[in-house]
């Protein structure tokens, strides 16, 4: 490269460019409203830009580089609007089976103390198919109560999904659900245990479900909630201290 850096012509140019950035946009102008503030642009010098040439290596720097490089000075990269930024205000998910087994383990006592009468065999020598309506209520329950269950017009507060879990991590998933909604004072659950080909976890829950006095009622759920693969569980009110 020689002495010069540039040619007289270009640098006629840039001396022209330099006052025309210097000046600024003129806000009077009909587009004002659409342009940027009035700023004033400070180029560098040629002695900065024969540094940093020499920075990156004179040899790969041409004329119409070093020329960009004045031209650019100063200017940053503007955010990109499009990039959609990660959302901390998910709704919480319900908890999976995983979940509430660990905190089963955790916290023990009640939780455990709900699943240890309950009999897997009892359960298992009542197979039901994987499309069958499961339906279920005791006596007291008043019949009123019991068919807006079935049309879902009864609220539920939590949920648990046990698909792929063994018998045992299903049946602490779910002990553990029904401990939480008596610890919170809810009276309505829903247990998501799918159909699957041999329905076993639907039978399992079938027959869980019918062991524990704490259990009202319970069906299988709206289509909105999961029909057949899922059941909303009536549970009894807890007592109030005193009464």
């Known amino acids: 490269m020689s002495n010069s850096l540039f040619s007289k012509e270009m640098q006629d140019q840039l001396k022209e460019l330099k006052g025309q950035l210097s000046k600024g946009r003129d806000t009077n ?15 560098p010098t040629q002695k900065q830009v024969k540094k940093t040439v020499k920075q990156l290596d004179s040899e790969h720097i041409d004329d119409d ?17 499009n990039v959609r930024p990660p959302s901390n205000a998910e709704k919480a998910r319900k908890p999976d089976a995983a979940t509430l087994s660990k905190r089963a ?29 499961l339906s279920y ?19 539920w507060y939590d949920a648990v999904d046990i698909h792929g879990c063994t018998i045992e991590e299903a049946r602490e998933a779910m002990t553990q ?15 998501v245990h799918g159909k699957g080909s041999e329905a076993i976890l639907k039978t399992c829950v079938n027959g869980w479900l019918r062991q524990l006095p704490e259990v009202l009622a ?8 999961g029909g057949n693969g899922a059941v909303l569980v009536l549970l009894k009110k807890p ?3 005193g009464e």
């Open 29 to 43: 102008s009909p587009e004002g409203e659409n342009q940027k503030p009035t700023e004033p642009v400070a180029l």
């Open 65 to 81: 580089k070093v020329l960009f490089m004045q031209a650019m000075h100063g200017v940053n990269q503007l955010e990109d609007k």
């Open 105 to 133: 383990a955790a916290q023990g006592s009640e939780a455990s103390d709900l699943g240890a009468g309950l009999s897997d065999m009892q359960a298992l020598l009542n197979p039901v198919a994987s499309e069958a309506y």
């Open 137 to 155: 209520k005791q006596p007291t329950l008043q019949n009123k109560i019991f068919d807006q269950l079935k049309k879902g017009k009864l609220r």
């Open 177 to 191: 659900l029904l401990s939480q909604a008596k610890q919170k004072n809810e009276t309505m659950v829903k247990i």
């Open 218 to 225: 319970f069906c299988s759920a709206p289509p909105k909630d």
């Open 239 to 241: 007592k109030v201290d």
